[in-house]
């Protein structure tokens, strides 16, 4: 026989699944529980965070803090996000192979796959906010900002380390147009592959490369470089 405690506990699942699917029917993606995300939902999700933060519906804040969450939901072991993977544009360079699995005006996304033999060098992604999340291998991520008076030009630069670290699978972190938008890594694993969405896409036309004068900068929290155009940088 069911006790009351179980009919009551009953009653409020049934009325919370109704709400969920209330809001479904509305239009409203409900973000109120943790469980997983297949890939088209997370995408949908995304890009319609996408949408608010574009049309200022939503802050660079509270933004950052959902599009981690999301990417945090997203279930990698389920056929969908196997076959979106197998289906994504591949394209690379000398430092890493992008598989980019969404893009548009307002959002990019796919997987940066890093190895041990090259390391990604100090960077930076103008205008855009970068979430990442280690899919597998681990990662050394350093992220820094640039202190000087000439912040987006290329020559002298003085940059600053904000965060050094190993980042592992499920780890995520973000960079910001206004603070911590350089950064560099190195695949401390063989190989480290991360999930990685840019809202909105960082302009590809001025991102800068930053060259150290001191080439075994790594321990420093100071460092003086050159930030050089990317059609210009080549691996020294
Ligand atoms: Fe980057």
Redesign the pocket.
Known sequence: MMSRRNILAGLVSAAALLASRASIAAGVLPDTVDDKLEWDDCLARMKALANRFATGRIGQNDMERAGLRLISRLDINAASFERAVATSYESGNLFWLWQRMTKSVRMDGGI?NIDDRQM?PL???PGAT?MVRIISGEAEVWKLERVDADRGRPGKAQLEVLFRGILRPGDTAT?TPENGNI?A?RSVSKECRML?FFIPP?DRASLLFFAPDDKNWFGKQQISCRAIPRTRFTRS
């Open positions: 940066l990604i960077h930076d992604h970068g960079v950064h890594l990685d960082f």
